[in-house]
């Protein structure tokens, strides 16, 4: 493969090369990149604006040992949007700031950025600005994304109530998997040249690892089935973490059972090969990017038909805790594990 | 003085930490801190939105050895302020993404904060989000700032005309004698325990570098002046470089005349001391933050009574190419040397 150093380009060659036939297609992208600002024009339509930032460190966040550098630029706008579709809006547009060390070539950038196109392509997105700089050491990307939604129907984290009902999509820890599969597979590679990695029946939760998606199509569900969540979040740090986020700002306490948390097959294979504790991944494991919400008791029958939404519990009193009920009827305080970042 | 380690808080508890007693001003903001995103309402006003993002990296933009992290919050969050003011606009909110190594404390990140939120106290700018993570090595700084303009009111930079006249603010090449200085007295006392640095006479410099200030003040007279520029661009990477954006993207050529910029006389000082070319240090120095302008030549009688801005020359004809003239007539082609991070 060919490899042209960045120097070749410069600074300012590098933005333009990388982002030299991008189109606008968003009616309020006014001015994309190419000035001191982006400009968009918000007004007309009595919507409001959604801001989101987020922040990812080599060697923190991913490993280019077996992150492809285009699953990685998707992954980090599709992140981003995913917080916009958790308020319940549209994301719009994006800029991405990209700190870069001498080892990645144009042609490692043009990877990464058309991960981020592709994102962009399919949620109908568009990046309007960004940096780009030299780093000391690997990669980090921070993206900003806007979006827009309807006053009204924003949904922030502290509206959910008493006797609301608990929801998450799709399943929970697939991705904390997916991530422990491919660290065991380079665990198994290194320092061996005859070995490949085996993802063979594996490689769904390889997916969800490396390429989630945000759900805006349960966003566009829940809004067609006329369903206005009381409270609700992107599950990026893991469940546990999540709910008890907006059980705190919601002022309320909650019961979750652990015989109603949606997990994968592959997940729980997986998990008995390794001799994890399924239900403490599902609990605690991040970047699945699913949604947990709350809604109105009311809302029940029209959320029965629709696909992949999951009631794993209901909102109780903020006196009676945040619970966790197992499978014997075992009641466990509910904790956020996560992941910390910052220890270890 | 106290070092508390960040694994101590975590990643939530630090975010909080740093935003405890944040008070949004903007009327625009609806929600700052403490959901998946920040809401703004940029309605009923006619209003335009403007986004730019910038990105500092350790051992690239600044050198904690010298740069006191107070200042180098302010320095991050004004840098953003004047791309917003380059578009003859006024910024009103900004997310914070922070990576931080293990080396810095809470007490670290509580300096460089205070320096962030006392430049939005300065201008009047709200602090809406941000995400707070560690990182391998050192610290980045990734901030995004939004700004609010009448569409009519927005300058970019591709619209100076023939004849338009060139201008500048303040004085040139002064940050990056700032940084020379600064970097001087780092070997001086390198390796000596009994050096200190001397910075006597020269602490303008120092104050241009470490502390840069955004030209609100100027876009506010311009406006009261009734007068509303062709082009503008903040000088960030030096003239040479940003003027010759604005003739590239307007289609037009320039003439600026070398004994017509403006000149700190305690940049030409240390230029002498140093050995450097002090003309050219004001041509590609960067980082003075200043604002560059073309206006046309009707204004000239407005333009006069306003304090801190120079004429340096005139927007010619794109086939008369794009000249310095020197001090002795003599015509040299303007070059972006600039100082680019992606090479040395």
Do not use: W
């Amino acid at each position: 493969m060919q490899r042209t150093e960045i120097s070749t380009l410069g600074e300012f060659g590098l933005i333009k090369h990388l982002t030299k036939d991008l189109k606008t297609k968003q009616t309020s992208t006014k001015k994309g990149v190419g000035d001191d600002c982006a400009v968009m024009d918000f007004n007309g339509e009595g919507l409001q604006v959604l801001m989101t930032s987020d922040m990812l460190l080599e060697g923190i966040h991913f490993n280019l040992e077996y992150v492809p550098l285009k699953h990685l630029g998707y992954k980090a706008a599709v992140v981003n949007f995913s917080d916009i579709y958790a308020m319940n809006g549209t994301p719009t547009q994006i800029t991405v700031n990209l700190g870069v060390s001498k080892r990645f070539s144009v042609e490692d950038l043009e990877e990464l950025y058309s991960g981020i196109r592709l994102a962009c392509e399919r949620y109908g997105v568009d990046i309007v600005g960004g940096d780009t700089c030299s780093s000391m050491t690997g990669l980090t990307i921070s993206i900003t994304c806007l979006g827009v939604a309807k006053p009204d129907e924003i949904v922030y984290r502290n509206g959910a109530k008493q006797n609301d009902l608990i929801c998450v999509t799709g399943n929970l820890g697939t991705a904390y998997m997916g991530l422990q599969l491919l660290e065991r597979e380079r665990l198994v590679v290194q320092g061996n040249d005859k070995a490949t990695p085996d993802f063979q029946g594996k490689e769904y939760l390889l997916e969800r690892q490396l390429k989630p998606e945000a759900r805006r199509d349960i966003i566009e569900k829940l809004r067609e089935a006329g369903i206005h969540p009381t409270a609700m979040m992107d599950i990026s740090d893991g469940l546990s973490s999540e709910l008890l986020h907006i059980c705190g700002q919601s002022g309320v306490g909650c019961a979750i059972y652990e015989d109603k948390l949606p997990i994968d097959y592959q997940a729980v294979v997986l998990a008995e090969e390794m001799n994890l504790n399924i239900v403490t991944c599902a609990l605690n494991g991040g970047e699945d990017y699913e949604l947990l919400f709350t809604c109105s008791l009311n809302d029940y029958e029209k959320l029965v038909p629709i696909d992949d939404i999951y009631l794993i519990g209901h909102i109780t009193k903020q006196e009676q805790g945040t619970l966790l009920v197992g499978r014997n009827g075992e009641e466990l305080p509910l904790k956020a594990q996560g992941f910390n970042a910052f220890e270890g």
